[in-house]
């Protein structure tokens, strides 16, 4: 057994727009495919290429498509003794930037697809998302790192573009 320490960069934004409407412009940036059918078709795809167009026409503009949405705050909701609040955690990713980084640091399979917290408090709507690449700072492997640094460029420009007053 070995143990590695990581150490984990958060980005959070913080914003005057109402917590429907910030998902709803993480919504424009996010595909939200059917997959039922999408795996279908990336199972029948005969080529990588043909695969990888399966993907682009799932992916929203933000190069990414959600995985799952989990609504956290209606564990909150259901408790009396709990103020509630508005939190969701998107789970999103682009399998084809996940393969860019897993064929050179098979680890990154545990940070990908990426999370995006949105939650709702007193002073606003906080987004929050970690950095892939502080994820990947300690690999040592140029080529996962840029691909890492590209996808966050990607994820916090749709986070600046969904928080923006």
Excluded: W
């Excluded at 005057?16 to 424009?28: A, I, T, W, Y």
């Excluded at 609040?85 to 640091?105: D, T």
């Excluded at 929050?128 to 640094?149: R, T």
């Amino acid at each position: 057994m070995t143990t590695k320490k990581i150490t984990v960069e958060r980005v959070t934004f913080v914003s005057n727009r109402s917590f429907e409407e910030v998902l709803g412009l993480l919504d424009k940036g996010i595909g939200r495919p059917n997959f039922g059918e999408l795996g279908r078709r990336m199972n029948e795809a005969p080529t990588f290429e043909e695969y990888s167009s399966v993907i682009r026409g799932a992916v929203g503009g933000a190069d990414l498509m959600e995985f799952l949405r989990l609504d956290l705050g209606m564990a909150l909701r259901k408790d009396p003794a709990v103020a509630a609040y508005k939190i969701v955690r998107i789970i999103a990713g682009n399998p084809l930037i996940m393969k860019q980084m897993v064929e050179h640091v098979p680890d990154a399979g545990s940070y990908a697809p990426v999370t995006i917290l949105v939650f709702e408090r007193e002073d606003g709507v906080h987004v929050s998302y970690d950095l892939m690449a502080s994820y990947l700072a300690g690999c040592e492997n140029e080529k996962a790192l840029q691909v890492a640094k590209d996808l966050d460029a990607k994820v916090l420009r749709l986070l600046t573009e969904a928080t923006s007053s």
